[in-house]
């Protein structure tokens, strides 16, 4: 059973350009949720996506979205970066019925400048 | 607004003896909590739930306790071991699952010296 993967690792884009970052879930995962997390903070709830929907969102602005592909593999785009959009973004993929536990990716660690 | 507090940013405890770890919560709609565990360079990994309907949860070394009352939880590492420092993050859900939208802490950073 393969785990959460995430491409690329690291990433360094300047002011104003776009990113995507990609997401591969758990085998057999439906739900895929993104996080992002600071540096000294916690990670924040940016959406969810069940069933290539979106199922839910956290209080981060339009040029954060997301793609879930029918194999449950998820896409993070975020337009116009800012400096504050630095971060960690974490995948985490779960069933989205019952209370299953939400497993993790190593993370993409976003550098802008 | 901060709704889950870990207070402590770090906790230095000996090997062989218990570290506790704190967290508070100031939404009364959370109804499920967990504790995640962060090594360097890896995404959280998962450790120890409680559901709001109880107010004790034990899996081997580990374990939480939910005073709703206070509106904090703990967890209990028994005997602490090396291998536990790592940072660990407190987060909650609203609507008895886990599976949604987790709500973290800041975490705190736990080292288990030999």
Redesign the interface.
Known sequence: ETG?TQSPTHLIKTRGQQVTLRCSSQSGHN?V?W?QQAL??????IF?YYREEE??R?NFPPRFSGLQFPNYSSELNVNALELDDSALY?C?S???T??????????TRLTVT | DQQVKQNSPSLSVQEGRISILNCDYTNSMFDYFLWYKKYPAEGPTFLISISSIKDKNEDGRFTVFLNKSAKHLSLHIVPSQPGDSAVYFCAASVGGGSNYKLTFGKGTLLTVNP
């Not at chain 1, 000294?40 to 709830?45: D, E, K, L, V």
Request: charged fraction near 5%; charge should be neutral.
């Open positions: 959460v739900t949720s996080y000294g903070q916690g990670p924040q709830f969810q199922n839910g956290g974490l985490a779960s069933f989205k019952g209370s299953y536990e939400q497993y993790f990716g190593p993370g």
